[in-house]
């Protein structure tokens, strides 16, 4: 999919200064525990909010690409699932499309909050390859008063591993971005870019439609409900004029759904209203979205099931 118009200009190559440097272009996975701000980070790095995001754990399910193409440097970032311990089948699938993208990955951004190295930290930290670069990202620093009270965290950090480079960074307000992206542009390997100019991400729209609608439910609700929302586009018409996008939002119990859709429906209502302005954002078009809800129960651990709402295949591919 490629970048809107409506996609901020960004840096262009300088007309007349020194002789250009040589392309350069990679894979950069975004990898930490679940909730830390990796996909958050991605939107600050692509300058789109393409990621969803939200405050319960377990957030995103998949790789996402997001790609940046700024003074001949193409960023193909990769966001991809919070590594924790599983409880299902779709959590260990998770885990595996995480670890897999960062064995794939030219550099990898460690992602962690603005908290002291855990065990669960380093564990993850294990299973990226001693020969890719890893820079660290302390995220969340704006929740740090004053600054003199990460230093004891970026210390405690830097004896953990050989990082190529320690950033502290707010992925919420953008701070810190452009270093972290001068960093990143050191240990990319020359070469072409990857993907075309204007490309924004490998995924299609219409995959955007159900992410969107997935994240105003975990935002609309609590505890043990989003872990079993799972959202499938059933048609997307585009012969109309307005194209009509059918969706079923499938939960895990059947007493979810009446949670899921409020009182007369009022949640869902809202619910669709916002994935919509979110949708028509990125599409850069008006769309209708139709919206049903269904109880699939046990689809977590069911591999038909999870291969029928975008959960199965390969775990090698994107
Ligand atoms: N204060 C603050 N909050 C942040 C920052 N970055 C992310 N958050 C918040 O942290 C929460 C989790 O953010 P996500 O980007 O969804 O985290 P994630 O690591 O992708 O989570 P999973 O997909 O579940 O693994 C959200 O409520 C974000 O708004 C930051 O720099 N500062
Ligand atoms: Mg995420």
Same mark, same amino acid.
Do not use: C
């Given at each position: ?10 840096r262009?190559? =300088? ?21 830390? %701000? ?6 600050a790095?692509?300058g789109?909010?393409l ?6 754990? @377990? ?37 595996t ?10 550099v990898v ?5 603005a908290?002291?190295p ?19 990202v ?14 004891p965290?970026? =210390?405690?950090?830097a ?11 707010s992925?919420?307000?953008?701070? %810190? ?13 020359e ?7 204007? =490309? ?7 995959y955007f439609?159900?992410?969107y609608v ?6 609309a ?8 929302v799972a ?5 997307y ?9 059918r ?9 979810h ?7 007369? %429906? ?13 949708? =028509?954002a990125?599409?850069?078009? @008006?769309?209708?979205?139709e ?8 689809? @977590? ?9 975008g ?8």
């Open positions: 999919m490629k970048r809107g118009s409506s996609a901020k200009k960004k262009a190559p =300088e007309a007349d200064g020194p002789s250009p440097a040589p392309p350069r272009a990679g894979r950069v996975a975004i990898v930490g525990r679940p909730n830390v %701000g990796k996909s958050t980070l991605m939107n790095l692509v789109e909010p990621a969803i995001t939200s405050s319960h754990p @377990q957030t995103t399910r998949d790789r996402l690409s997001g790609v940046l193409t700024e003074g001949g440097v193409q960023y193909v970032f990769v966001d991809t699932p919070g590594i924790h311990a599983p409880r299902s089948k779709l959590g260990v699938r998770m885990n499309l995480a670890e897999d993208a960062a064995r794939g990955a030219d951004l460690f992602v962690t909050d908290a002291l855990s065990p669960a930290d380093t564990k993850i930290l294990a299973t990226v390859p001693a020969a890719v670069p890893v820079v660290l302390v995220n969340k620093v704006d929740t740090v008063r004053p600054k003199e009270k990460l230093l965290t970026l =210390e405690a950090w004896k953990v591993r050989e990082f190529s480079a320690i950033v502290p960074l992925a919420r307000t953008g701070d %810190g971005a452009e270093r972290l992206l001068a960093e990143i542009e050191r240990h990319l390997p070469g072409d870019a990857i993907f075309p100019e204007e =490309e924004l991400t490998d995924r299609p729209l219409r439609a159900a992410e997935r994240e105003q439910i975990l935002r609700s609590r505890a043990e409900v989003p872990h079993g959202v499938v586009v059933e048609e018409d585009e012969s109309r004029r307005v194209p009509r996008i969706l079923v939002v499938h939960v895990a119990k059947e007493s759904k009446a949670i899921v859709l409020g009182e007369r %429906g009022e949640r869902m209502r809202q619910i669709a209203t916002s994935a919509r302005a979110r949708f =028509e990125l599409a850069g078009r @008006q769309v209708h979205l919206i049903f809800v269904r109880a699939t129960p046990g689809w @977590q651990d069911n591999p038909r099931a999870l291969s029928d709402l959960y199965g295949g390969d775990t090698e591919e994107t």
